[in-house]
């Protein structure tokens, strides 16, 4: 097996084939040793098991991946990409590579075709340029994944881990904790890419779970109230919510009586089961 994060390695193969990054497309490829093989682990990647991956780069965390799970299926949009990839992993038996953009596809039915009803995680070194993007597209997917574990922009990573009621959380952690449960699970310095990033990263474990989706009586509507109050989070919510979703004040006070909250509140202070609540009382009654 190559060793694709030996420098000298990764710079011949790529100069073999005169493959020039793409800032574009977030790659920054991961050439530390530890990373991948702990990503594979605490991934979930195991005899039985499906793995999804994201953008393979040049294969420094599919071998890794590939050496435990049952099947791994790759996305990859940069087709300069598969001639090398045919070189560094070409020869895992267990490995499917798909050329394409992960945001056009349809969830469930690659994954239908690819692994049946296999249990399945997602691993990847995520393109930073859409990291939400990709998270909302498999987490409103409605695929029951074990986990996703995926290494983002350290700050993002705090981000998306933060308590939902307290000022490091915003619009995109609570769309993110909606449908699971997200710790971080550990950092990577810049140097542990080629080439390395103006950022930190760290790799984030979502744990995929339907409380609050069950609780919900209209997403839609929930989501909404979640866009419009964050939009101008240090307001009063009343004030945000009735200019922007068309409420009463009167009906929105007495809404937040009833879960016992102050009138005076701002969105950014409820918890994800306060935001459920008031929302659900909201949602039956049309404000015009
Ligand atoms: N997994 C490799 C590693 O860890 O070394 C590469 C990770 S690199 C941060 C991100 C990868 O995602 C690149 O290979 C890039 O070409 C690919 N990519 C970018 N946008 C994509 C998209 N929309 N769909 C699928 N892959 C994409």
């Known amino acids: 097996m190559m060793n694709l994060t030996d ?3 990764v710079k011949s193969v790529l100069m073999r084939y005169g493959f020039h990054f793409s800032k574009k497309l977030g790659q920054n490829f991961l050439v530390d040793p530890t ?4 990503i594979a682990e605490m991934g979930g990647a195991r005899p039985g098991h499906a793995i ?6 040049i294969g420094t965390l599919t071998q890794q991946l590939a050496l435990r ?5 790759a996305v990859e949009l940069d087709k ?7 070189e560094t992993v070409g020869e895992f038996e267990n490995l499917h590579i798909l050329h394409g953009d992960i945001l056009e596809q349809s969830i469930p039915e690659l994954l239908e075709q690819e692994f049946g009803d296999m249990s399945i995680s997602v691993c990847a070194n995520l393109p930073y340029y859409i990291t939400t993007p990709i998270l909302m597209h498999l987490l409103e997917s409605g695929v029951d994944f074990e986990s996703i574990t995926v290494m983002v922009q350290k700050e993002v990573a705090e981000k998306l881990q933060a308590r939902v009621g307290t000022r490091q959380a915003g619009a995109i952690t609570v769309a993110v904790q909606y449908y699971g449960t997200v710790e971080l699970l550990f950092s ?3 140097r542990s890419f080629l ?6 990263s760290a790799v984030i474990q979502i744990r995929v779970g339907r409380r609050y989706a069950q609780q919900t009586k209209d997403p839609k509507h929930f989501f909404r109230m979640v866009r419009n109050g964050f939009s101008q989070r240090r307001k009063m919510l009343v004030n945000v919510i009735s200019t922007t979703m068309g409420y009463s004040k009167e009906m929105l006070i007495a809404a937040l009586h009833e879960l016992e909250l102050s009138e005076k509140v701002r969105i950014e202070q409820l918890s994800m089961e306060q935001l459920v609540g008031l929302s ?3 949602c039956e009654t049309d404000p015009t």
């Open 35 to 38: 990373v991948c093989p702990r």
């Open 195 to 200: 080439p390395p990033p103006n950022v930190e």
């Open 280 to 282: 659900n009382l909201l």
């Open 7 to 9: 420098i000298r390695t």
């Open 52 to 57: 999804l991956e994201i953008g393979p780069g």
């Open 188 to 190: 990577v310095p810049s």
């Open 69 to 73: 799970a049952e099947r791994v299926t």
């Open 80 to 86: 300069r990409l598969f001639p090398i990839l045919e």
